[in-house]
């Protein structure tokens, strides 16, 4: 059944079956296909104008007491997190600090996602009157809360609120604008200052979600034996799993490690196209990889694998 060439009318003669299942490696050779140029792996480069991590140096001196002086920020979106972290001329420890207990301390982070510079979420770390230091993200144009993020506190002098990406829309690009609001009335009678970081509440420049790099494995499938002329014991489906690839449906070529190119298709063994951005299953191919060094996947013509053998 498996690679029966009336099953898979749209491929090219040369290519419906695996010529070289149970033949010499010599027959391999006269249906190579594969260029070396093929399996070039090439990410698509992502327009940005600043990546991620970003960060940004803000002026010493600019509000009147230390401990609520930023001096820089660092925005990272990778993977499927947001960080936000911002470090002070002085700390004060958000647990036990009256001025974060009891005043009204607090990190304010402005969030833009959609490019036209109208706030979309605020994060704020804050500090109850019981010691609790939290953090919040909410949606500020639907008014409601989005999540729960995760407040740090670390090198004595450093804050941070860690959440999802997807809390905010997992977006391409974020704008950040900081407003650390310190309270030394309580402790000192001085005033509340407010230290903006980039400075006049302009924001940041845009920071792109750095997506990360597509991933493709292969290994032994289930037992081919018999499949078409492959008697070898160790003639085996080859299974894949991908991430991170382009979304959309996908083209691969089934490969030996000593250059031959012996089964291209677009869809799985068991039905179904090879498609969107994760996915896992036995691909129209099978092996035994041990007579050739090895195999290899390459999908859209870009996207290499590892080498499997068994
Ligand atoms: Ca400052
Ligand atoms: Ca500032």
């Known amino acids: 059944m498996a690679n029966d060439p009336t099953a898979l009318p749209h491929l090219r003669p040369a290519l419906r079956r695996p010529a070289w299942l149970g033949r010499a490696a010599g027959r391999v050779a006269a249906v190579v296909v594969a260029a070396a140029g093929s399996m070039i792996c090439a990410a698509s480069p992502v327009a940005a104008r600043a990546p991620s991590p970003y960060t940004k140096v803000d002026s010493v001196g600019d509000v009147s007491i230390r401990r609520g002086d930023v001096t820089r920020i660092r925005v990272e979106h990778d993977g499927p997190w947001v960080q936000l972290q911002f470090w002070a001329r002085v700390g004060s420890n958000p647990v036990t600090s009256l001025s974060w207990r009891e005043g009204t301390t607090r990190a304010i982070w402005d969030i833009e996602v959609e490019g036209d510079r109208d706030v979309d979420f605020r994060a704020v770390a804050d500090t109850t009157s019981a010691g609790d230091y939290h953090g919040t993200v909410d949606n500020v144009t639907g008014g409601t809360a989005a999540c729960a993020a995760e407040a740090g506190f670390f090198d004595g002098r450093a804050y941070s609120l860690t959440f999802r990406r997807a809390c905010i829309g997992n977006p391409a690009r974020l704008r950040v604008r900081l407003d650390f609001a310190f309270d030394a009335s309580v402790v000192a009678g001085r005033p509340v200052t407010h230290d903006l970081v980039p400075n006049r509440g302009r924001w940041s420049?845009?920071?792109?979600?750095?997506?990360?790099?597509?991933?493709?494995?292969?290994?032994?499938?289930?037992?081919?034996?018999n499949g078409s002329d492959c008697t070898s014991l160790d003639c085996s489906w080859l299974s894949i799993s991908y991430s991170n690839l382009p979304n959309g449906n996908h083209s691969y070529s089934c490969n030996t490690a000593n250059g031959a190119s012996f089964w291209s298709g677009t869809t799985y063994r068991n039905g179904g196209r090879v498609s969107g951005s994760n996915g896992s299953g036995e691909l129209w191919c099978y092996a035994d990889a041990s007579a050739f060094g090895g195999v290899f996947v390459v999908i859209d013509g870009q996207y290499r694998s590892n080498t499997a053998s068994w």
Request: hydrophobic share 25%; no cysteine; proline share 24%.
């Open 205 to 225: 420049d845009p920071i792109s979600h750095d997506p990360p790099p597509p991933s493709v494995s292969v290994g032994r499938g289930s037992s081919a034996v």
